[in-house]
Nanobody, 119 residues
Framework: QVQLVESGGGLVQPGGSLRLSCAAS????????MGWYRQAPGNERELVAS???????NYADSVKGRFTISRDNAKNTVYVEMNSLKPEDTAIYYC?????????????WGQGTQVTISS
């Protein structure tokens, strides 16, 4: 059974920092592309950052320079360090694990963790 369990969300003042973690089980973590997505009320879910099995990273323009995604394959965990947080970063943040080859496509989601940026 595949599980992605996020943690680290909470309420932070503008300018503050948070680190989200996502612990994966039931998958061969090292071969998956891991990503963080977010969804604010009334908005579609959007990609925040992703990291490939080879640790190549990709970021949404809105978070470049402020967020850093990383992975620890020994712990089956992906992280996102979020700095200089803004009210517009408020959203539910979801962890995603994706594995795609010509013959197979696997995609898993965590349950989400709330991040609220407010003074």
């Amino acid at each position: 059974q595949v599980q992605l369990v996020e943690s680290g969300g909470g309420l932070v003042q503008p300018g503050g920092s948070l680190r989200l973690s996502c612990a994966a089980s039931g998958i061969n973590f090292a071969v998956y592309v891991m990503g963080w997505y977010r969804q604010a009320p009334g908005n579609e879910r959007e990609l925040v950052a992703s990291i490939t099995s080879g640790s190549i990273t990709n970021y949404a323009d809105s978070v470049k320079g402020r967020f850093t995604i990383s992975r620890d394959n020994a712990k089956n965990t992906v992280y996102v360090e979020m700095n200089s947080l803004k009210p517009e970063d408020t959203a539910i943040y979801y962890c995603n694990a994706a594995f795609r080859r010509p013959s197979i496509s696997l995609n898993y989601w965590g349950q989400g963790t709330q991040v609220t940026i407010s003074s």
